[in-house]
């Protein structure tokens, strides 16, 4: 497994932008492919992004797609997400997760290593 910390959450007005970061430690790095999952209050944890180990292409659950963006850094052993035109709706708290599956995964139980989370509130 790989340790990872989120970082970059906070309160934001719809319409702005806010930047998540993950830092991961403790394994190669570019053997997991990254995603990011958010949970609100009273609903399950959902798919939000996720990219591949190497090949740097992405994949985004569908309110995502145009607003945010998955990006990795397997240098610096980094993934982040920049969020925006951010929406009420898109209040949860973040989480940053690694899988060793190819590919791009998008379901929690692919993915082996989480973060603690990072609120993200959206005011309207």
């Known amino acids: 497994q790989v340790q990872l910390v989120e970082s970059g959450g906070g309160l934001v007005q719809a319409g702005g932008s806010l930047r998540l970061s993950c830092a991961a430690s403790?394994?190669?790095?570019?053997?997991?492919?990254m995603g990011w999952f958010r949970q609100a209050p009273g609903k399950e944890r959902e798919f939000v992004a996720a990219?591949?180990?190497?090949?740097?292409?992405?994949y985004y659950e569908d309110s995502a797609k145009g607003r945010f963006t998955i990006s990795r850094d397997n240098a610096k052993n980094t993934v982040d997400l920049q969020m925006n035109s951010l929406k009420p709706e898109d209040t949860a708290i973040y989480y940053c997760?690694?899988?060793?599956?190819?590919?791009?995964?998008?379901?929690?139980?692919?993915?082996?290593?989480w973060g603690q989370g990072t609120q993200v509130t959206v005011s309207s």
């Open positions: 403790g394994r190669t790095f570019s053997s997991y492919a």
């Open positions: 997760a690694a899988s060793p599956r190819w590919g791009y995964p998008k379901k929690a139980f692919e993915y082996d290593s």
């Open positions: 990219t591949g180990k190497t090949d740097g292409r992405t």
